[in-house]
């Protein structure tokens, strides 16, 4: 026999060591509750359990744990995952904490989520990525409020698999009575959650009971410890055998002769010849190349970034997706969808924000609020605005239509997240539930006599001015001179303000945050409507949002829109005050009063701004008239 070489032999371990760990299953899970539930330290337990903390780690470790709160080996386990300053300063997680640890038998990555309600964002960020949670709750509390929330945006998420985690359980005299009254009521709460497996563990991460090996202190509890369960739970759907679904990142042309479109596979597999489809042209083509980094392939599957070169030049752009003949995903600018809101200002319907769904970047707006989820009690109810962290079911209108599925057919193209337009800042996420079929029935009727004929009848181009400026700023004395002015010259010109739309159309809106922004949606509709027939359309409102703004321009669409910002200081405003409006306002007479107790957000870049306090209604309306006709 062949002796092999101590080198040799080295070198066929690293061999055989390296492919076991290719071989071995990837588990993403991540662990949310309440606040001070131990998940940081149930984490730091599970990393220190599977021996991946080296030596000078742990005496650094036992160095930081002095003065804190440790179990027998004398650390503080939290510490291996709250890596920000302010979280060891405070004892609590605010980002999202991922860690990579293996054992003999799978891989895991796991994320560390906030408790606090504050950073619910956070959780829901690390949940999107997630195919199991370890749900933990404090077995001396019991369930708690922020325990329910969580297990409801995991369900909205789509997160299938749920361990209970009963932590603490230590301080309850490990009590077996404890243990199943809260497993108990939580079964009855998440029974309708959808969860498709759910397993309750008892445990101490501080001091190791039932972590890795079943504790003889909780010798009532004989099933599978934490960590065992967790190297043997099946979590895998097979995306590749769902329908192809190919959202395109980029045009790739890097010279005159190559043209693929780049991406990940969403779902599905496609293969060299196969007939594709683009969702939204329904234009047809075959795969002629699979190209990678590494060179060229015969199929691709879910998972996987590659190129696809077709035989033929179509139309396809950024945020189009490509899909199997038969097998098109939805496409509509309609849908309905679960949606937790993730900012301090609430959401209202008919605000303007956008929506990115995959590769999809669309503007869109809440047309409609059906209900607000209360998740202690999972009971529906009405409500007019999302607050922070609330949860509700709502109607979505995109200003084009958007390719999807349903997110419990396909999380990577059912999912979505709602931005500011402004701020750019990530406002809430979403799942579409369903397509609205009526999205389908509504198109635009394409009349003989258009804005042009009845613009050219009139002798005019139809615009929009659009006044904005606290009470009593001087809006609507310069609109009035300046509708003067148009129609002694002959012009056609129509003002629309409080006075004429307030006692009619509006009369049923009062003056909350949420029926403003529907005061100027329902304004600007008309105003572009008039302006459609060919009209000059001064509109004279407080309009104080830069989103209803901004709103109202796109609206108006590819008519002309000037902003004419009145720019009056509120103390010079409080003086004239010719209804005596301030005054009730500041003794509380009048609520949610712009420039008191609701806010008016000044325009950063107005068409024209006119200086209230400085300049005559006169030379107001003059300067006005030069921009607009000069």
């Known amino acids: 026999m062949t002796q092999l070489a101590p080198q040799a032999t080295a070198d066929t371990d690293i061999e055989l060591w390296l492919a076991q760990q290719t071989e071995k299953s990837l588990l993403r899970f991540l662990t949310c509750g309440s606040v001070d539930d131990g998940k940081s330290t149930l984490i730091g337990r599970l990393l220190y359990d599977s021996q991946l903390i080296l030596d000078d780690q742990l005496a650094s470790l036992k160095k930081e744990s002095h003065n804190r709160h440790v179990g027998d080996e004398g650390i503080d386990f939290s510490l291996l995952v709250d890596g920000l300053v302010a979280e060891r300063e405070q004892g609590i997680t ?3 904490a991922y860690r990579f640890f293996s054992t003999d038998k799978r891989k895991f990555i796991v994320a560390d989520t906030p408790g606090h309600e504050q950073y619910t964002r956070n959780m829901a960020t690390g949940a999107s990525n997630a195919d199991l949670a370890l749900l933990l ?9 922020q325990t329910k929330r969580h297990s409801f945006i995991l369900s909205l998420i789509g997160v299938k698999h749920v361990v209970l985690v009963v932590n603490k359980i230590d301080l309850v005299g490990y009590d077996k009575a404890t243990f ?16 498709e497996s759910f397993k309750a563990i008892p445990v101490s991460a501080l001091k190791g009971d039932n972590i890795v090996a079943n504790s003889p202190r909780t010798p009532w509890y004989a099933d599978t410890p934490l960590l065992p369960y967790l190297e043997a739970i099946q979590v895998d759907k097979d995306r590749s055998e769902a329908p192809f679904r190919f959202p395109v990142q980029w045009v790739n042309r890097p010279d005159l002769d190559f043209r693929g479109f780049s991406g990940t596979v969403a779902a599905g ?12 042209s329904k234009k047809p083509a075959k795969v002629k190349e699979i190209v990678t980094m590494d060179g060229k392939l015969d199929r691709a599957i879910a998972g996987q970034a590659v190129t696809l070169v077709l035989d033929r030049e179509i139309d396809i752009s950024r945020g189009d997706v490509l899909s199997h003949p038969g097998e098109t995903p939805d496409y509509s600018n309609q849908f309905q969808a679960e949606l937790v809101w993730m900012a301090e200002e609430p959401a209202y319907p008919g605000r303007s924000y956008l929506l990115k769904l995959g590769s999809q970047l669309v503007p869109a707006t809440i047309t409609d609020l059906k209900h607000r989820t209360n998740v202690n009690t999972l009971e529906k109810s009405a409500a007019k605005s999302l607050e922070l962290n609330a949860v509700g079911t709502v109607t979505l209108a995109t200003d084009r239509p958007v390719a999807f599925d349903p997110y419990g057919e396909n999380g990577a193209t059912g999912g979505f997240i709602l931005i500011d337009r402004i701020s750019n800042t990530t406002l809430g996420a979403g799942t579409i539930a369903f397509g609205l079929r009526r999205a389908h029935n509504l198109s635009y009727q394409a009349f003989d006599v258009n804005r042009d004929v009845r613009a050219q009848m009139k002798g005019q181009t139809p615009r929009i001015v659009w006044f904005t400026g606290l009470s009593g700023s001087g809006k609507s004395t310069v609109a009035n001179l300046l509708e003067k002015r148009i129609t002694a010259e002959g012009k056609h010109a129509y ?10 159309l509006n009369k049923d809106l009062g003056f909350t945050d949420a029926a403003r922004v529907e005061n100027i949606r329902r304004v600007a509709e008309v105003a572009r409507l008039m302006a459609d027939a060919g009209l000059i359309v001064l509109v004279s409102f407080i309009s104080p949002f830069k989103n209803e703004r901004r709103m109202a321009r796109e609206i108006a669409g590819d008519i002309d829109f000037i902003e004419a910002y009145v720019d009056t200081p509120l103390a010079v405003c409080e003086q004239r005050d010719p209804k005596g409006l301030y005054a009730r306002a500041r003794s509380g007479e009048i609520k949610n009063f712009t420039g008191i107790d609701s806010p008016f957000e000044a325009p950063e870049r107005a068409d024209i701004t006119l200086k209230g306090a400085d300049e005559t209604p006169e030379q107001m309306a003059e300067a006005l008239y030069a921009k607009i006709f000069g």
């Open 94 to 96: 605010i980002d999202v």
């Open 180 to 195: 199943e009254a809260i497993e108990a009521e939580y079964r009855q709460f998440a029974r309708d959650l959808g969860f």
């Open 495 to 504: 003002i629309l303000d409080g006075d004429n739309v307030r006692h009619g």
């Open 137 to 145: 709750i404090d077995a001396r509390k019991g369930i708690l409020t």
């Open 269 to 280: 597999t496609v293969k060299v010849g196969d007939d594709v489809l683009v969702a939204a």
